[in-house]
């Protein structure tokens, strides 16, 4: 019989996931709403310049980035273009971002920032490949996709970016503040996005591993399916063990890989993030072959469910790099 202890939902994995981000999630909030109170102070005063006096597009640095990103995302979605001059996707990509922008009228604000001259910000934000597009509202980081996208998509994130960045934070850009850039926020959420949240938060692993593969199938880079299926399959493979019995197993033989894995997710959900990617790490360092890929790839989904953002994935990055070359 399945113990008590080893039932576990999505609410359980994202509260031991996400914890090690709220200091800086918090901080980075209160400086925003700390920004925007003072807009509005502005503003009622006439002091000031309005929204619509701001660039559209911009480029950012790293002494920029607080000003330009962070306190400005409290007054609209800031979309964070990662490029480089080297880089063929981005040349397609960011026309594409920039016209969006200048169509959007002051509903976003791009910001384009140049990996290889901001290379600290790109590290902060566990940049691992480009072209890669983030958001920040209200000071919170939204991770919207990673590689190229068609202007079809593009357009339905940004929608959706728009419509979340309203309905969570009462925040809508805009040139003028107008009825037409209101009402056109209003943008229906993603159908087959909502229905992998959903499954999820019923419990219906099966069902939302289906969902966020039918997203990704359409839009393979799409960061948040990525997440949301790395969790499902996570929480799949967890479901059914015992966790005292693992844990013994994977103690009486470190070079049990299967034991090992096991192990690691159980580490993972519970909250213990280094341990579980220190397990693995170990477990790649002492195995060989086909025992070592399947210690290295079950490192890298938990990445994904982590994030390439979050400081102890990229540690790990580097240590499991230190160890496979």
């Not at 981000?21 to 503003?43: D, F, L, N, S, Y």
């Not at 969006?100 to 902060?124: C, H, P, S, T």
């Amino acid at each position: 019989m399945q113990s008590r202890n080893s039932r576990l939902n999505s609410s359980a994995l994202r509260g031991a996931v996400d914890l090690a981000a709220v200091k800086a999630a918090g901080e980075a909030a209160q400086k925003a709403e700390q920004t925007r109170a003072e807009r509005a102070r502005q503003a009622a005063a006439g002091e000031g310049p309005a929204l619509a006096d701001y660039p559209l597009v911009l480029d950012v640095t790293e002494e920029t980035f607080e000003v330009e990103v962070v306190q400005r995302s409290a007054e609209v979605p800031v979309v964070v273009d990662f490029w480089a001059e080297w880089c063929g996707p981005c040349k397609q990509l960011s026309p594409v971002l920039e016209r969006l922008a200048e169509e959007y009228a002051g509903r976003i604000v791009l910001a384009k920032i140049d990996v290889d001259a901001n290379q600290l910000i790109a590290q902060q934000f566990g940049i691992q490949g480009i072209p890669a597009v983030m958001a920040v509202v209200a000071g919170q980081l939204v991770p919207l996709f990673q590689g190229a996208e068609n202007e079809a998509n593009v357009r339905k994130i940004l929608d959706q970016l728009i419509a979340v960045a309203e309905q969570r934070f009462g925040i809508v850009g805009g040139a003028a503040g107008g009825e037409g850039a209101a009402a056109e926020s209003h943008v229906p959420a993603d159908p087959a996005l909502e229905a992998a949240h959903d499954a999820l938060d019923r419990g219906d692993l099966a069902g939302a591993v289906r969902a966020y593969q039918n997203v990704l199938s359409d839009r393979p880079g799409h960061v948040e399916a990525k997440l949301g299926l790395a969790q499902a399959q996570l929480l799949q493979r967890v479901e059914q063990l015992d966790p005292q019995q693992v844990r013994t197993e994977a103690a009486a033989d470190p070079k049990d890989v299967q034991a090992q894995l096991r192990a690691a997710d159980l580490d993972l959900v519970g909250g213990h993030v280094e341990d579980a990617f220190g397990r693995l790490v170990d477990t790649v360092a002492r195995t060989f072959g086909d025992d070592r890929d399947a210690a290295r790839l079950r490192l890298l989904e938990l990445f994904e469910v982590i994030g390439p953002e979050d400081p102890r994935t990229v540690a790990a990055r580097q240590a499991l790099a230190r160890v496979l070359f």
